[in-house]
């Protein structure tokens, strides 16, 4: 492992004079969790590393909006400041749901928000059900702030729509009132197995009927991915086999599904049908 | 039946606390990674990323010429030659690191040192080499392919061996049979992964003249002798040590090129060296395990009776024969072992051992048995189901049966002792088939299917002298020696050759000490794995030790009690008939004793008290070898439930239990933790550990996160119940029973899932037994045949 420096700059314009958005040998530090498997295995191979850890003010810290509309949470915030805050436990059960199955306690410490998104990589948990919950993302930058729906940050296998020297700064989540989400890890190996899939619902039900609904896909695609025609056939309609089916069926027809060492991809859609059927009926079970 | 130990029993057969736990669980011990010297060196190997390829140019990175190595700049060393005796055998040299050719991904090319193992990787990164590359054999299909260039120089086909058996008349078997059965098994093949990899420490202890090899290895005196010949060394000038060894369950029982490289290139340069495998070079270049195929016609008459076996068996060996287990052992124990605890006597059987362009094939914890097992066990199912009968009864139809031992097996082994079907009555009972039915019900109309599915294996272990000579294995591992001393003060040191790495063997010597000298196992001291320290022996492995290191210990303490008896007595002035050794003194029949420390204070520090006939010092060696060298027969039936989700294709296992036989228990905990530390890694064959590789021979499951082994919620905690008939032919009766856990899981589960699938009309034959195998074996067409 050759020589590197990381700096910890206390200000965004000192951070922004650091980064380089020419050269890929600098880049910023979240928890560290990802660049430091990538730098061990001798994928990357940084000069120099930007520590956003001393960024605070809009990089950190969880906050509801007064009318509960809504949550503010820095790009800082680790896994494990997510899964104890008792206002998220309340408002968006999925997330704390979610964490039982992430990584273990030590990654969880440190493994931030923005990094885990900057990551792209479409096996991580946390990305769909940002999409499912209609998160937005605020990306700053030398050149001024845009904020984007989380899934437009993805461009495709640890791809990005993010520049060199562009940060995640904070998350926008709407808490949305009558709404229910789940997220189901489908792991094909042992328990600790990355997920053959990742599926997040999030959800609006009356009874059976479904009102409104956001599917994603993830891990069997290359990046979180809605699945715009499953949630047409879905929408407005009543919970059932026949339509679950078809469901399934279209979720299959407009994604890309790939093999791994986790499943082949026809084993990979078999399993969509499947749990794209059994996350909706969970979801309708927990409403009564 | 289970053994009643006594809450305070000491010795043989007392649950005591394992000693060795204090230090590894507090983590104080010193692994291969904990060892430096001044001024060491790190090592990292520069490794093949082709399967196949001669290597037409090296070149060192300019101004890094000192600190880069090739085989050539190692001084003379001879390549390691694991040769089998059997004919027709094809030799394979195996060079410390690769003399002009690659044969795999991962072989080591060029040793490189750094200061830091980081330092160390990027300059094996700097090294320039041109691979003129070769068709990789990535199959066994392509062993015989004339197409594919030979493995090794002058080889005409790709293959180690083909041996045959043939005994009894399989043809009038098959023409008497109501019922002849063919099918196709296949177990993949698999990594072996300890917890702790492979790593070797090298230095010049000038004091001594020793070139000192601390390695993590089972083994340390036959690595030892091993290395002497082909660094052309005496063995007097070689210190192997083997320090705390974190798990090897096989692995670490080979002469590795890297243990031979390091040894080389400090003879070389003096420079002391360190090496610690990362997991990635343990995945991808230690030793593999299993990948063995099938096709077994198996005969029987209409109750089930097997008349006659047919088998073809090929195993992929990989590129290169191991020492000294030589590459067709796994296939030798295959086909010496798929009869099973079967009273077969027609049997026909041919087994491949082929080559290919991937890591070499050793031992791994079962060796050959737990892929001979599945074959047979599912075999013996499929008769069940075929003639729709119960697969315990069919199974009790043909076992050896207690009155017919020592029984000569269709394979060529010699079973001692056993109830094989106690063991499965035993079995039976405790997962209760009757409550099948039942939970069927409960899940009717739901995706999962409930089936039960039994396993009986055999673990022969403490192969004698004759085992080994049979397999024509280079070393004949027949016996071990202990080295023992009382200190002056009374407490008791062992000198053992063998090796502990987890098995508790540092508490269980001490229990065997505490029956022959009535000596408190706490003031029992067991040194292991040092040839400085022990006389020669061969090692930790096949399930040998407590067998053979428990004999020569029990045999040097009993020599030591006699000298004991004599002093004591002489103190006390009573006849040596009149006394006995207890709780850590003499004990004279009227009552009178004399403290252990006593005894051994007169024979170092005052002679003057010890009787004219006996001479000062209290120190015995001894050897050990069995009555007789068949080996002592472990065996059980394993009994497993499970539900299978046939939406998804995943497996639950719902309930395990184990009926074993491993003769008199030293330790019942220990055996305990033995048997679900076996079940674990069976669990990971059955389920899950699969190292597959490409077309062109590259490993495609080179991390964990790719590599998957079994963690905690996977394995379910097996309900374990002795038997414990002791063997006839070792001291104490006692068994070995290392493996014995990890062998039936693959075929016991198996059945279980395909228990469950046979309503569906499907099938399923290959480990791991992954979600989409059985999604596939559902969707065949003749499963939907039989469900619609
Ligand atoms: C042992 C282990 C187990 C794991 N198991 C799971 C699991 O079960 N499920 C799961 O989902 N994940 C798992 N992970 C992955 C983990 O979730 C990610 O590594 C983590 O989320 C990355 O966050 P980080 O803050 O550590 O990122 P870093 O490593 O700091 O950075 C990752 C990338 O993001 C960039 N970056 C960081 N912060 C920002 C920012 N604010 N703006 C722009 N770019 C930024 C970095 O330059 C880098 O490219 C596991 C990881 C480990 C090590």
């Given at each position: 492992m050759t020589g590197f420096e990381i700096v910890e700059p206390e200000s965004l314009e000192e951070a922004f004079r650091l980064l380089d958005p020419e050269d890929p040998a600098v880049r910023p530090i979240g928890g560290g969790t990802a660049l430091m498997l990538m730098m061990k295995a001798q994928i990357y191979k940084p000069e120099r590393l930007v520590s956003l850890r001393r960024l605070d003010g809009r990089f950190s810290g969880i906050d509801i909006a007064a009318d509960g509309s809504g949550f503010r949470i820095g790009a800082m915030t680790t896994f494990s400041m997510l899964e104890h805050s008792p206002a998220i436990r309340r408002h968006l059960p999925v997330i704390a749901q979610t964490m039982k199955t992430l990584a273990n306690v030590r990654v969880r410490n440190v493994a931030s928000v923005g990094g885990n998104l900057a990551h792209a990589d479409p096996h991580l948990d946390l990305p769909p059900v940002w999409v499912?919950?209609?998160?937005?993302?605020?990306?700053?930058?030398?050149?001024?702030?845009?904020?984007?729906?989380?899934?437009?940050?993805?461009?495709?296998?640890?791809?990005?729509?993010?520049?060199?020297?562009?940060?995640?700064?904070?998350?926008?989540?709407?808490?949305?009132?009558?709404?229910?989400?789940?997220?189901?890890?489908?792991?094909?190996?042992?328990?600790?197995?990355?997920?053959?899939?990742?599926?997040?619902?999030?959800?609006?039900?009356?009874?059976?009927?479904?009102?409104?609904?956001?599917?994603?896909?993830?891990?069997?695609?290359?990046?979180p991915t809605r699945l715009a025609a499953a949630e047409a056939v879905l929408r407005g309609a009543e919970i059932g086999p026949a339509t679950l089916r078809a469901a399934g069926e279209a979720a299959v027809a407009e994604t890309e599904i790939e093999s791994d060492s986790r499943g082949s991809a026809a084993y990979k859609q078999h399993l969509l049908r499947v749990h794209l059927g059994r996350a909706i009926e969970a979801l309708a079970a927990k409403r009564v | 039946m289970a053994v009643a130990t006594a809450p305070d029993r000491k010795g043989i057969g007392g649950s005591i606390r394992r000693i060795e736990d204090a230090r590894l669980l507090s983590g104080r011990s010193t692994f291969i990674a904990d060892i430096g010297r001044p001024g060491i060196w790190e090592v990292a190997f520069l490794r093949s990323p082709v399967a196949h390829a001669n290597l037409v140019h090296l070149e060192k990175p300019a101004g890094a010429e000192d600190r880069v190595f090739f085989l050539a700049d190692l001084g003379a060393i001879l390549p390691i030659r694991a040769d089998s005796q059997a004919p027709g055998f094809r030799r394979s040299d195996y060079p410390a690191i690769a003399d002009g050719k690659v044969r795999f991904v991962g072989e080591p090319i060029a040793i490189c040192l750094g200061r830091t193992r980081g330092e160390a990787e990027d300059l094996a990164q700097a090294v320039l080499v041109d691979y003129d590359e070769l068709p990789a054999v990535a199959d066994i299909a392509q062993s015989r392919n004339p197409d594919l260039p030979p493995i090794h120089p002058g080889w005409s086909e790709n293959v180690f061996l083909e041996s045959r058996v043939d005994v009894g008349d399989v043809d009038a078997a098959r023409a008497a049979a109501a019922l002849s059965l063919t099918r196709r098994y296949r177990m993949n093949r698999q990594a072996i992964v300890s917890l702790e990899g492979r790593g070797v420490v090298t230095y010049r202890d000038e004091r001594t003249g020793e070139l000192v090899v601390y390695s993590s290895t089972q083994f340390p005196h036959v690595i030892r002798t091993a290395l002497a010949e082909c660094l052309g060394m005496k063995e007097r000038e070689l210190r192997v040590v083997a320090p705390e060894v974190g798990g090897s369950f096989g692995v670490k029982n080979?002469?590795?090129?890297?243990?031979?490289?390091?040894?080389?290139?400090?003879?070389?340069?003096?420079?002391?060296?360190?090496?610690?495998?990362?997991?990635?070079?343990?995945?991808?270049?230690?030793?593999?395990?299993?990948?063995?195929?099938?096709?077994?016609?198996?005969?029987?008459?209409?109750?089930?009776?097997?008349?006659?076996?047919?088998?073809?068996?090929?195993?992929?060996?990989?590129?290169?024969?191991?020492?000294?287990?030589?590459?067709?052992?796994?296939?030798?124990?295959?086909?010496?072992?798929?009869?099973?605890?079967?009273?077969?006597?027609?049997?026909?059987?041919?087994?491949?051992?082929?080559?290919?362009?991937?890591?070499?094939?050793?031992?791994?914890?079962?060796?050959?048995?737990?892929?001979?097992?599945?074959?047979?066990?599912?075999?013996?199912?499929?008769?069940?189901?075929?003639?729709?009968?119960?697969?315990?009864?069919?199974?009790?139809?043909?076992?050896?049966?207690?009155?017919?031992?020592?029984?000569?097996?269709?394979?060529?082994?010699?079973?001692?002792?056993?109830?094989?079907?106690?063991?499965?009555?035993?079995?039976?009972?405790?997962?209760?088939?009757?409550?099948?039915?039942?939970?069927?019900?409960?899940?009717?109309?739901?995706?999962?299917?409930?089936?039960?599915?039994?396993?009986?294996?055999?673990?022969?272990?403490?192969?004698?002298?004759?085992?080994?000579?049979?397999?024509?294995?280079?070393?004949?591992?027949?016996?071990?020696?202990?080295?023992?001393?009382?200190?002056?003060?009374?407490?008791?040191?062992?000198?053992?050759?063998?090796?502990?790495?987890?098995?508790?063997?540092?508490?269980?010597?001490?229990?065997?000490?505490?029956?022959?000298?009535?000596?408190?196992?706490?003031?029992?001291?067991?040194?292991?794995?040092?040839?400085?320290?022990?006389?020669?022996?061969?090692?930790?492995?096949?399930?040998?030790?407590?067998?053979?290191?428990?004999?020569?210990?029990?045999?040097?303490?009993?020599?030591?009690?006699?000298?004991?008896?004599?002093?004591?007595?002489?103190?006390?002035?009573?006849?040596?008939?009149?006394?006995?050794?207890?709780?850590?003194?003499?004990?004279?029949?009227?009552?009178?004793?004399?403290?252990?420390?006593?005894?051994?204070?007169?024979?170092?520090?005052?002679?003057?008290?010890?009787?004219?006939?006996?001479?000062?010092?209290?120190?015995?060696?001894?050897?050990?070898?069995?009555?007789?060298?068949?080996?002592?027969?472990?065996?059980?039936?394993?009994?497993?439930?499970?539900?299978?989700?046939?939406?998804?294709?995943?497996?639950?296992?719902?309930?395990?239990?184990?009926?074993?036989?491993?003769?008199?228990?030293?330790?019942?905990?220990?055996?305990?933790?033995?048997?679900?530390?076996?079940?674990?890694?069976?669990?990971?064959?059955?389920?899950?550990?699969?190292?597959?590789?490409?077309?062109?021979?590259?490993?495609?499951?080179?991390?964990?996160?790719?590599?998957?082994?079994?963690?905690?919620?996977?394995?379910?905690?097996?309900?374990?119940?002795?038997?414990?008939?002791?063997?006839?032919?070792?001291?104490?009766?006692?068994?070995?029973?290392?493996?014995?856990?990890?062998?039936?899981?693959?075929?016991?589960?198996?059945?279980?899932?395909?228990?469950?699938?046979?309503?569906?009309?499907?099938?399923?034959d290959e480990t791991p037994l992954t979600p989409d195998r059985i999604i596939r074996a559902l969707m065949a067409p003749q499963a939907g045949e039989a469900g619609a």
């Open positions: 499912a919950l209609g998160a937005r993302a605020v990306v700053v930058g030398p050149r001024g702030e845009r904020t984007i729906p989380v899934e437009a940050i993805f461009e495709g296998y640890y791809e990005t729509s993010l520049a060199n020297d562009e940060l995640i700064a904070e998350l926008e989540v709407p808490v949305r009132a009558g709404w229910d989400a789940l997220y189901v890890k489908v792991t094909t190996r042992a328990a600790h197995d990355w997920p053959a899939l990742g599926l997040a619902v999030s959800a609006e039900l009356e009874g059976r009927r479904i009102r409104d609904l956001r599917l994603v896909l993830s891990a069997a695609v290359d990046k | 080979n002469l590795n090129p890297e243990e031979l490289a390091l040894a080389a290139l400090t003879r070389r340069t003096g420079k002391a060296l360190r090496w610690v495998e990362d997991r990635r070079e343990h995945l991808i270049a230690s030793a593999h395990a299993r990948e063995h195929r099938y096709e077994v016609t198996v005969h029987a008459d209409g109750e089930g009776r097997v008349l006659g076996l047919e088998a073809t068996i090929e195993v992929d060996a990989g590129a290169y024969s191991v020492w000294p287990w030589t590459a067709p052992m796994e296939a030798g124990m295959a086909i010496g072992f798929l009869p099973g605890p079967y009273a077969i006597t027609s049997y026909r059987a041919t087994a491949l051992t082929c080559a290919s362009n991937k890591s070499p094939l050793g031992p791994y914890r079962g060796v050959g048995r737990p892929g001979a097992c599945f074959a047979i066990e599912r075999t013996m199912d499929e008769i069940a189901a075929a003639l729709g009968l119960d697969p315990v009864e069919v199974r009790l139809r043909n076992y050896v049966r207690p009155d017919q031992f020592p029984w000569k097996s269709a394979g060529g082994k010699t079973y001692d002792i056993g109830d094989y079907g106690a063991s499965a009555r035993a079995a039976r009972d405790m997962i209760r088939p009757e409550r099948v039915a039942a939970l069927r019900q409960e899940h009717a109309g739901s995706d999962w299917r409930i089936g039960i599915g039994y396993a009986t294996y055999l673990e022969q272990t403490a192969h004698g002298t004759a085992e080994w000579v049979q397999r024509g294995l280079p070393v004949v591992f027949g016996y071990e020696q202990a080295e023992i001393h009382m200190t002056a003060d009374g407490m008791l040191v062992m000198d053992v050759p063998i090796q502990n790495h987890g098995q508790g063997l540092e508490t269980t010597l001490a229990q065997v000490a505490h029956d022959e000298l009535g000596i408190d196992p706490a003031q029992v001291v067991v040194r292991h794995g040092d040839t400085s320290l022990a006389p020669y022996g061969m090692g930790t492995f096949a399930s040998r030790s407590m067998v053979m290191s428990g004999g020569a210990v029990g045999r040097a303490c009993e020599a030591l009690a006699a000298k004991i008896r004599k002093i004591g007595a002489h103190l006390l002035q009573v006849t040596e008939e009149n006394v006995r050794l207890k709780d850590g003194e003499v004990v004279a029949a009227g009552g009178a004793s004399v403290p252990l420390a006593e005894i051994a204070m007169a024979a170092y520090l005052h002679p003057e008290r010890l009787p004219d006939t006996v001479e000062p010092g209290l120190s015995v060696i001894a050897s050990y070898r069995t009555a007789r060298d068949t080996g002592a027969w472990s065996y059980g039936t394993h009994a497993v439930l499970v539900a299978v989700d046939t939406g998804t294709g995943l497996v639950e296992i719902l309930d395990y239990a184990i009926a074993h036989d491993c003769g008199t228990i030293v330790n019942p905990m220990i055996v305990d933790g033995q048997m679900m530390g076996g079940l674990a890694q069976g669990i990971g064959t059955a389920l899950y550990e699969e190292m597959p590789y490409s077309e062109d021979g590259q490993p495609l499951a080179s991390t964990f996160m790719d590599y998957l082994v079994p963690g905690a919620p996977e394995v379910p905690r097996a309900r374990i119940e002795h038997l414990s008939i002791p063997s006839p032919i070792t001291r104490y009766g006692i068994k070995g029973m290392g493996e014995g856990g990890a062998i039936p899981p693959p075929a016991a589960i198996c059945n279980a899932v395909n228990d469950a699938l046979r309503p569906l009309g499907a099938a399923i």
